[in-house]
């Protein structure tokens, strides 16, 4: 007999739980049968989940088809941008980052939450201006090789003694921009959030780090696997979500918390303005939402829910910050998206001017 | 030249230049071996449980087997379209040729990204739903230059003068093209498909615009499991790409009787 691992146990409990309900779902869903939508959705071990379990269990319980295609954030919008004289999807996964973009050129639709239930529990700082919903929130920060001691501040980094020890986020990365605002605040004296509005004066600090940069990294979990294997001491920063898949079969590797905060990674979901049977998009975002979906969606991929109400075991919890309470009490804070995405490109250039070869 | 001519430095040489080609793909070989569940080097342990994932799971064989069908599907249309063109290019002056040759050869110039999200902005604006259509359109577009450019070499080297003393002799214009002209540009064809096929096979930037869940070619798979995968899986599955490619250049060499130095030049 073979142990059930917590990933089994979690498709398991979805999976009954809809058996046991599927007539009567049939009945009320009969509008739904034979649509089709197409959803944009990340890769990773969250689009492996969506794909392998959740999709299949909305198109029985609907009698419809979904069609999902993988992506990433930068990705997804633009494939929004170059369908949008004829819009092929009809929700898109995003970050929250480029929620506002596709807001302000007319790529989303505002959600009609009152179509949506299971928004009810939806934390009040998870409901993008109404545009968008959150689906999971990871934490980003430090991450290190177990068999090292990692700094109780971000500005220890800066210290000699991490020279060419560190691997520092590629500019192409959201959470580079957690890194700048790190740099900002260690130079202004200031918490994050006024320390984001400074950031154009701090690359300085930023300069100054560059003899401990072992090298710059894109792919979050590549990087975490170098760190396991003791490529580098420490990566500064990437999300949790990344991190603790390693950390959790036993790899030596895991994050670390420094004093001055640590940010939230906000993965979202969007509805496509004028996409295809927009009434089953906002069905399967609602989906998306309900507290069973959630509670094995966060299991599975280590992030926490974005709604209220789940409890979850002492080993899943271990690796994420929840209820909304927590996210406070840790610090975990969201940046001003607007203003970054006003200031991103003039920033990557200073970073790429900084640490190109 | 013969063994016996190539002096014992060079052939040091060579085979440190074999070695540092090879090295690199000897590492993701090693490591699918590893009996940790994440990926290490030097490997630890030995097992072949990564193997028995990657052959046995469902979305791989999925993707494998689809990304053979594009392959296969984009090879023959750029086919299709390549050898008449590069026939018509080498033997026909008209006005435009150069133009032509130009807009052929240019997805070999631009950015793949550029080009797949071009052709994603332009399927949706014809309103055109069928991916695996729109897929192999994509890399068709893309395979057209490998096509053109070997072709077209092997219809500058046709020996003229053979097809007239056919003719002459009253060979009908089937009897030259298969008796005289198919020998001669034959190599050139295959070159051209093999590199076609390959360049479709490893395609990611115009997949990654075009591709769907249903359609899913293998180096989006690839790209996905690196994502989310962090034991030797991804090793493996590379392993097994890479013996795939040595596996067709021997099918080519034994097969078809034309070795991959020919192929090249």
């Given at each position: ?145 177990t068999s090292v001691t990692p700094p109780d501040s971000y500005g220890d980094l800066w210290d000699p003694k991490w020279a060419g020890k560190i691997k520092l986020v590629s500019p192409k990365n959201t959470p580079s921009v957690f890194f700048l605002i790190v740099a900002a605040a260690l130079k202004t004296g200031k918490p994050f959030s006024e320390a984001q509005y400074e950031i154009g004066n701090a690359f300085d600090k930023v300069a100054e780090l560059k003899p401990n940069v072992l090298n710059i990294f894109d792919n979050g979990p590549v990087a975490v696997g170098e760190v396991a294997q003791g490529q580098a001491d420490i990566g500064f920063l990437e999300l949790s979500k990344y991190v603790y898949p390693y950390t959790a079969q036993g790899a030596p590797v895991t ?103 | ?265």
């Amino acid at each position: 007999m073979t142990s059930m691992n917590r990933r089994t146990f979690g498709k398991l409990a979805l999976g009954t739980a809809s058996l046991l309900a599927a007539p009567t779902i049939l009945t009320r869903n009969a509008w739904a049968q034979g649509k089709e939508i197409q959803v944009g959705i990340w890769g990773g071990a969250q689009g492996e989940y969506v794909r392998s379990s959740i999709v299949p269990q909305f198109e029985a319980d609907f009698g419809c088809t979904v069609i999902t295609e993988e992506g990433f954030t930068l990705a997804n919008v633009e494939k929004m941008r170059a369908t949008r004289s004829n819009p092929q999807f009809s929700v898109m996964f995003i970050d929250d980052v480029a929620i506002p973009i596709a807001r302000d050129e007319g790529l989303i639709a505002e959600l009609p939450l009152d179509q949506m239930p299971a928004s009810e529990m939806l934390f009040d700082r998870f409901n993008f201006g109404g545009y968008g919903t959150g689906l999971a929130i990871s934490v980003a920060s430090l991450f290190h090789n177990t068999s090292v001691t990692p700094p109780d501040s971000y500005g220890d980094l800066w210290d000699p003694k991490w020279a060419g020890k560190i691997k520092l986020v590629s500019p192409k990365n959201t959470p580079s921009v957690f890194f700048l605002i790190v740099a900002a605040a260690l130079k202004t004296g200031k918490p994050f959030s006024e320390a984001q509005y400074e950031i154009g004066n701090a690359f300085d600090k930023v300069a100054e780090l560059k003899p401990n940069v072992l090298n710059i990294f894109d792919n979050g979990p590549v990087a975490v696997g170098e760190v396991a294997q003791g490529q580098a001491d420490i990566g500064f920063l990437e999300l949790s979500k990344y991190v603790y898949p390693y950390t959790a079969q036993g790899a030596p590797v895991t994050m670390s918390f420094p004093k001055e905060g640590s940010f939230a990674g906000n993965n979202s979901q969007v509805l496509v303005k004028d996409g295809p049977n927009q009434d089953l998009a906002v069905a399967f975002m609602n989906r998306m939402l309900e507290s069973d979906v959630q509670k094995a969606f966060s299991e599975f991929a280590l992030t926490a829910p974005p709604v209220a109400g789940i409890e979850f075991s002492e080993e899943a919890s271990k690796y994420m910050v929840y209820p909304d309470t927590a996210m406070d009490s840790a610090g975990l804070f969201t940046p001003d998206w607007e203003f970054v995405n006003a200031n991103r490109a003039a920033w990557t250039e200073e970073l790429n001017g900084i640490f190109s070869v | 030249m013969t063994d016996s001519v190539i002096s014992l430095p060079i052939r040091i040489l060579v085979l440190l230049l074999l070695l540092v080609i090879v090295a690199p793909l000897a590492v993701p070989m090693l490591m699918a071996f590893s009996d940790t569940p994440f990926l290490t080097f030097p490997p630890q342990g030995f097992t072949l449980r990564w193997f028995e994932r990657v052959l046995f799971g469902p979305e791989a064989q999925t993707s494998f087997l689809f990304s053979l069908q594009l392959a296969f599907l984009a090879t023959i249309t750029a086919l299709l379209l390549g050898v008449p063109a590069a026939a018509a290019l080498v033997r026909y002056e008209f006005r435009g040729r150069s133009a032509i040759i130009g807009l052929m050869l240019s997805p070999v110039i631009v950015p793949l990204i550029v080009t797949g999200v071009a052709l994603l902005q332009m399927f949706s604006s014809l309103g055109w739903g069928d991916t695996l259509t729109q897929l192999v359109i994509g890399h068709a577009v893309v395979c057209l230059p490998y096509v053109v450019r070997s072709v077209t070499a092997s219809f500058v080297l046709v020996n003229r003068d053979l097809e007239d003393a056919a003719a002459v002799m009253g060979a009908p214009p089937h009897k030259v093209l298969t008796k005289i002209v198919w020998p001669q540009v034959r190599p050139g064809i295959l070159a051209g498909a093999v590199f076609s096929f390959v360049v479709s096979f490893d395609d990611y930037p115009i997949s990654m615009w075009l591709a769907d869940g249903r359609h899913f070619p293998i180096p989006l798979y690839l790209h996905g499991l690196l994502e989310r995968s962090i034991d030797p899986s991804i090793a493996a599955i590379s392993t097994l790409v890479i013996l795939f490619a040595l596996l067709l250049v021997v099918v080519i060499e034994k097969v078809f009787g034309i070795s991959i130095a020919r192929l090249a030049t």
